[in-house]
C-alpha cells in the first residue's frame, strides 16, 4: 500500500499540500515514517511535514534544492509532552491510534484558531516559523478514512 498522509493541510480546489501530517502512535510503526514522509513530500512537492509520534512532533523542511530525500531535512522537534492536546498519549494513558489522530489534528486547528485570533504567543519558535504559515495558508483535513486505516494498521 502506497504512502498516504493522516492529515493535509491544502487550499480547496488545489492538489498541492502546504502540510502533511504522519501520526504514529505505536513505536514499530516508527522505523520508515520520516523516510516515507521525505519521500511524499517530494513527490508532492509539499514544503513543510511533521512527523507525530507518542515521544516527539518533527517538522520537516523541503528546501527544494533537490529532487532527492537529502532536500527534505528536520528543521527541529519538540516532546509530545510538551502538548496538552496529546499528553495523554505521551503518557501513555490514552493508546488508540484513531484518537491520537484525532488529537492531533485539533491540535493543529487550535493552533491556526490561535493564529487568527492574535493568541500565538507562547507557540514554540519551530512552530511558529514553520508549521503556523502553512496552517494559515489552506483547510486542515484528514488524508484519508480514519477507521480503515486503524483496522489496517
Do not use: C
Request: proline share 6%; aromatic share 6%.
Amino acid at each position: 500500500m502506497s504512502f498516504q498522509p493522516d492529515i493535509v493541510v491544502a487550499s480547496p480546489g488545489q492538489s498541492s499540500a502546504h502540510l502533511v501530517v504522519e501520526v504514529r502512535l505505536r513505536a514499530e510503526d516508527n522505523r520508515n515514517a520520516s523516510a516515507a514522509l521525505k519521500h511524499y513530500m517530494l513527490r508532492m512537492r509539499s514544503p513543510t511535514g511533521i512527523l507525530v509520534t507518542r515521544d516527539r512532533v518533527s517538522i520537516f523542511r523541503d528546501s527544494f534544492q533537490s529532487d532527492s530525500e537529502q532536500s527534505v531535512q528536520e528543521v527541529g522537534a519538540i516532546p509530545t509532552s510538551r502538548i496538552p492536546e496529546l499528553q495523554s498519549f505521551a503518557m501513555g494513558l490514552s493508546t488508540d491510534p484513531v484518537a491520537f489522530e484525532d488529537a492531533v489534528q485539533s491540535w493543529l486547528v487550535q493552533l491556526r484558531n490561535r493564529m487568527v485570533h492574535g493568541f500565538a504567543t507562547g507557540v514554540d519558535p519551530i512552530l511558529g516559523e514553520h508549521v503556523m504559515p502553512a496552517l494559515a495558508m489552506g483547510e486542515i483535513r484528514a488524508g484519508g478514512p480514519r477507521s480503515v486505516r486503524s483496522a489496517a494498521g
